[in-house]
């Protein structure tokens, strides 16, 4: 019920929910560092984001990593003859786990532009993903692609568009379900370097793969993407017939 308050923008109802759910878990002995107690823990800190309370977020996401980061170090230090297969599936649960609350914290803080904050804590979810999923899972790629979005708002250009570059083409030899977002955001990047006729290439792939997928979202972005890329065109006429005017 928690869950389905949350997707449906419920987010009060949602939060007591999650409290209660996690009052009740409590309550019946299970540990505060519980995967589950963390993920309704990671929930209710997205909803203080998405309600601006910065503070409540803050300490919820720091909750959750720390706790995480706290489990594997303890399960790391446990002798590998000690360990069972059942504690070897849990740590990669909690590895994943923590690799979700570093990508839900990076989303809040590229929100709020604290990008250097975010591109550590995308860099972090990407390493998690990498070694636990392989370079070509989705979520890897995805992950690639939101690092290159921070870096280029940083104005890391050039890091920006060799890392997604990567996504990409590892996307197409991978099949990505959503290739058409990663091509969209190259063109972005593209377009911020100035390279206006690369840009509206990547564009006019990324629109047609949006349409075969009925993403209307992504079809939006991309028109305004090329609608952006049409006004620096026309910006950059302008400028070369000033130029040519002043020569005269």
């Known amino acids: ?13 949602a939060e007591k929910l999650f409290k209660a759910a996690m009052s009740f878990m409590l309550s019946g002995g299970t540990p505060e560092d519980d995967n589950a107690i963390i993920e309704m823990s990671l929930k209710l800190a997205t909803i203080y984001a998405e309600q601006n309370k910065a503070e409540l977020a803050e300490h919820g996401f720091r909750f959750c990593t720390e706790s995480l980061e706290a489990k594997l170090q303890k399960h790391k230090e446990t002798p590998a003859e000690d360990r069972t297969e059942e504690q070897e599936a849990l740590s990669k649960e909690t590895r994943l786990l923590l690799g979700l609350c570093f990508d839900s914290r990076a989303r809040y803080r590229a929100s709020t532009l604290h990008l250097k904050q975010a591109a550590q804590d995308y860099q972090s979810a990407l390493d998690i993903c990498h070694q636990e999923q392989g370079d070509t899972h989705p979520q890897t790629l995805v992950l690639m692609s939101d690092l290159a979005t921070v870096l280029d708002l940083q104005g890391r250009h050039d890091d920006a568009l060799a890392l997604v570059q990567r996504a990409v083409d590892l996307s197409r030899s991978a099949g990505h379900p959503d290739q058409h977002v990663l091509l969209g955001n190259m063109a972005g990047i593209l377009l911020h370097k100035g390279r206006l006729e690369d840009s509206v290439r990547f564009y006019q792939e990324a629109l047609g793969l949006a349409r075969q997928a009925g993403d209307q979202e992504a079809v939006d972005q991309i028109q305004e993407g090329l609608q952006e890329v049409k006004k620096r065109r026309n910006q950059e006429e302008d400028r070369k017939e000033d130029e040519e005017a002043a020569q005269q």
């Open 1 to 13: 019920m928690a869950n389905l308050a949350y997707v449906q923008g419920q987010l009060d109802h």
